[in-house]
């Protein structure tokens, strides 16, 4: 047997020859689970991950489109008892690189909770190995005049009008209490920001992998790129409790 069918496609109710499976392999793991224990028990990481695109890559400096980018770590999970954070890139597991962002979500799956495992991270520009036990997938059960007059100088550059984050604010716009980044107001129409699909509303909680606590910090790290002759900044940006990372173009 080289695989076993999940579904088959029939437009007209008979068989017309076409039909999805899985690895054999893959179902293997999963009969011998459910004779031993049971159930299923998946390795689990608590991590949001992303692919890493030609800008992505550009933005971190690095040459290949390989890896998975961590976009958000779960508060008390594996992830963030082993030290990850938001804007590391994983590069390898237990020694075996990671062709791209896929690999990595298979790889825990796989493994058994309690494993231990050992990641490959690139963070700011150096590696370093952090090792991380995996814990079991959980049970799928289980703008107002306070704003105005923030802009801050980043606007010019990559089209962003900025706010830092207060009680106030975080509650005009339904944002969690601790929500941590600085607001954006307003995005300047055809800008670089536009462009990168950043819109007003969103929080900017990260710039090229350090957290960003005020609109002048960004605007400083924007500025400190441009001296450097960067083609462009990373952001993670957050909106309605989706976190993604996007690369912004930085405008001559």
Do not use: C
């Not at 579904?7 to 076409?18: K, N």
């Not at 608590?46 to 961590?70: D, Y």
Request: no cysteine; glycine share 10%; aromatic share 2%.
């Amino acid at each position: 047997m080289i695989g076993v069918n999940t579904a088959i496609w029939s437009p007209s109710g008979g068989s017309v020859g076409i039909g999805f499976a899985v690895p054999s392999t893959l179902a293997k793991s999963v009969v011998d689970q459910l004779m031993t224990h049971g159930g299923i028990a998946r390795g689990w990481l608590g991590v949001q991950i992303q692919a890493v695109t030609p800008e992505v890559a550009e933005s971190l400096g690095v040459p290949e489109l390989k890896g998975a980018l961590v976009a958000a770590v779960t508060p008390d999970s594996p992830a963030a008892s082993a030290g990850l954070r938001a804007g590391d890139l994983i590069v390898a597991m237990d020694g075996k690189a990671l062709d791209d962002f896929k690999g990595l979500p298979r790889r825990v799956a796989g493994a058994e909770p309690g494993q231990r495992a050992t990641l490959e991270v690139l963070r700011e520009g150096k590696t370093r190995e952090l090792s991380v036990t995996l814990g079991r997938t959980p049970d799928v059960e289980t703008t107002a005049s306070a704003d105005q007059g923030q802009a801050s100088p980043a606007r010019g550059q990559l089209g962003l009008q900025l706010a830092p984050l207060t009680p106030e604010t975080r509650k005009r716009h339904g944002l969690p209490a601790d929500a941590e980044g600085v607001l954006v107001l307003d995005v300047r129409k055809d800008s670089p920001a536009a462009r990168a699909g950043i819109r007003p509303g969103s929080v900017v909680v990260m710039i090229d992998q350090s957290p960003v606590e005020t609109p002048d910090a960004l605007a400083k790290k924007v500025r400190q790129a441009y001296d450097e002759k960067r083609p462009s900044v990373l952001l993670l940006v957050e909106r309605e409790g989706d976190r993604r990372f996007v690369a912004v173009k930085l405008e001559a």
